[in-house]
């Protein structure tokens, strides 16, 4: 050989192979992994937002559903306290003649009642009518004498009981569910006639 020093590999078209000023770039395949563990990452991402969303809802929900219910046990609770008598009554329905003055010298007739096609328990008396409760999907009321015991008589009822579970639907989804119950005695009511 000759003087020089020569290479067996074969040669290589100018620009082939070799690294490009600056570092290089990606490959394909390296791009294509990026991007796919990107797209997990935002639908995770996603995925807990909803989450974060529908469970910041579903609190909202109870909370609105509880001053509801809050507000119409406080109201029937004054109304049941104060009744004289009890003159029309069944599951959905109780009619009480309440005081109109704190001297208790005039009385008015007030009439809770739930009305099943619209989810609503609505109080009315001779000047308004007032929707405490929506979105209530069963209610009832039970009556009892002053021992407790179930009664069908105007005369004997002294103690009423209301039950009622509220729900509140997002996008077709349960996302809050209310039940209480709550038991109040008729102080003022005589159970003879």
Do not use: C
């Not at 991402?45 to 046990?73: H, K, V, W």
């Not at 009480?96 to 007739?109: F, R």
């Not at 989804?173 to 109040?184: D, F, G, H, L, M």
């Amino acid at each position: 050989m000759s003087g020089g020093h020569h290479s067996l590999r074969p040669r290589r078209p100018a620009g082939h192979g070799r690294p490009r000023p600056g570092g290089g770039g990606f490959s394909l395949v390296e791009l294509l992994i990026s991007l796919g563990l990107m797209m997990m990452l935002m639908l995770a991402l996603l995925t807990s937002f909803t989450f974060i969303a529908r469970g910041d809802r579903s609190l909202t929900n109870y909370g609105d559903m509880n001053a509801q219910a809050r507000l119409m046990l406080e109201r029937l609770g004054a109304d049941l306290r104060s009744a004289t008598d009890v003159t029309d009554f069944s599951t959905t329905s109780l009619t009480l003649t309440v005081p109109s003055n704190p001297a208790v010298s005039a009385t008015h007739d007030v009439i809770w009642s739930y009305d099943a096609a619209t989810q609503t328990v609505i109080r009315q008396d001779s000047s308004t009518t007032t929707t405490y409760t929506r979105d209530v999907e069963t209610f009832a009321f039970y009556y009892a004498n002053g021992n407790n015991v179930a009664t069908t008589s105007l005369v004997e009822v002294k103690q009423v009981q209301v039950s009622l579970r509220m729900l509140r639907l997002v996008a077709g989804t349960i996302t809050s569910e209310y039940v209480i119950s709550a038991q109040y005695t008729m102080r003022a009511k005589s159970t003879t006639h």
